[in-house]
């Protein structure tokens, strides 16, 4: 007979220090994320001492190497951070979600053993607050299309541009983020990253975007680089190599952001369930209703298929390539899918009640939208899956 121990295999939790991580993020969670999200989404301040705290626990670095600060684990263990993060504070899990993958797992993969060595400790530390600077006003989706310079002079180079809608971009009006990855042209079609640090002469903050939809609790600015030198060795890869270091990045990303959208949907059922439990008409709990049923049962299945996906994906990720984005492409665009209608449904269960900033759910649906906007949108992903699987039928074998 066969062995029967792989049914007791969990995409979730494959090892006990998955299962550690998990309960460590639950507890984190409840005790501490949970009470300051909606004063923060009011009031569209990004909670730089909870994120300090995030730090503390070992959040922020945890696909980074030990030897720099970090756990060293895997692209699991990241999901599984955004994903609980995200059943009660998106905007933050996004600001967490922007310092550590688009702005420290970069330098990782793209940088080299002395850039690691100076920047990584103080990413995992919370030391610094870093972010990525690829949009701009005129290039979104068609990033090659960016307006963005550098150009050599001597032992550096010389960026001139404008970025916009960068999570972290500053800490609060007045604060300009620690550190950034930017992005910029630097030939014929060919893009350079580099990085970028606070006070280096000409780069500012711009314009601080107010008064967004959702994601309140991240702080999101215009970044101006006026004549801006930076140091050759702040260089990530060699010159030309933007686009590849970009692809690396995007994939995990997209498959983060994946996370935050299980996150969102997760919450959203629970949410729903509790109060069609509670919530009497005609005599009954609503639940009884088959109109509520459709919402919570639907909900549910989509939630469990998205989670599936997502973290499937995930375990057979690799953090240190490329080549990934067609699973990364289709985890994302199914499951901010998922958490936007989940989300949506559980207003319609809870009714008034939903719509008011009272409850979570309203919170969410407003989170939830970016997510099928940032990092890719949902006709970007229907052009690179579309495209990635006529290159490659066998993908459908």
């Avoid at 059943?87 to 993958?101: K, M, R």
């Avoid at 604060?175 to 000409?202: Q, R």
């Avoid at 759910?361 to 099928?372: G, I, P, T, Y």
Wanted: aromatic fraction near 8%; charged fraction near 25%.
């Amino acid at each position: 007979m066969a062995d029967d121990a792989w049914r007791d295999f969990e995409l979730a939790t494959p090892t006990p220090e998955h299962l550690q991580l998990r309960n460590l993020l639950c507890d984190f969670v409840a005790r501490e994320v949970e009470p300051q999200a909606a004063q923060h989404d009011r009031e569209e301040r990004f909670n730089v001492a909870l994120f300090r705290r995030a730090a503390e626990l070992g959040l922020l670095g945890v696909t980074l190497p030990e030897e720099y600060g970090g756990a060293g684990l895997d692209a699991t263990a990241a999901v599984m951070v955004y994903d609980r993060l995200s059943e009660a504070d998106p905007g933050f899990a996004l600001a967490l979600l922007a310092h550590s993958v688009l702005f420290a797992q970069n330098v990782n993969v793209n940088g080299n053993d002395a850039q690691r060595k100076r920047v990584l400790p103080r990413a995992a530390s919370g030391e610094w607050i870093g972010g990525l600077c690829m949009t701009e006003s005129e290039a979104g989706t068609d990033v090659l299309a960016m307006q963005t310079r550098a150009r050599r002079e001597g032992d550096a180079y010389v960026v001139d541009g404008r970025k916009t809608f960068i999570t972290n971009g500053g800490i609060d009006d007045a604060t300009l983020g620690d550190a950034f990855v930017v992005y910029a042209a630097t030939g014929d079609g060919s893009i350079t990253a580099f990085l970028v640090e606070k006070g280096m002469p000409g780069f500012a903050l711009g314009q601080k975007w107010r008064d967004k939809l959702g994601m309140r609790a991240s702080f999101t600015a215009e970044l101006v680089f006026d004549a801006v030198r930076v140091p050759l060795e702040n260089r990530l890869g060699e010159e030309g190599e933007g686009t590849l270091a970009m692809m690396r990045n995007l994939e995990i990303e997209r498959l983060s952001l994946a996370a935050q959208s299980v996150g969102i949907a997760r919450r959203s059922v629970r949410t729903m369930l509790q109060y069609a439990s509670q919530r009497r008409t005609f005599g009954v709990p609503i639940r009884e209703h088959g109109q509520v049923q459709r919402h919570i049962a639907e909900s549910f299945a989509e939630f469990r298929a998205a989670e599936s996906l997502v973290y499937d994906v995930a375990r057979r990720f690799d953090l240190t390539t490329t080549g990934q984005r067609i699973d990364a492409d289709a985890a994302k665009l199914f499951a901010s899918q998922v958490a936007k209608r989940a989300a949506d449904a559980a207003i319609q269960v809870l009714g008034g009640n939903g719509y008011m900033g009272e409850y979570v759910v309203e919170r969410l649906w407003r989170d939830a939208k970016l997510l099928e906007i940032g990092g890719g949108t949902l006709e970007a992903h229907h052009k690179n899956l579309t495209k990635d699987l006529s290159r490659d039928p066998g993908l459908l074998a």
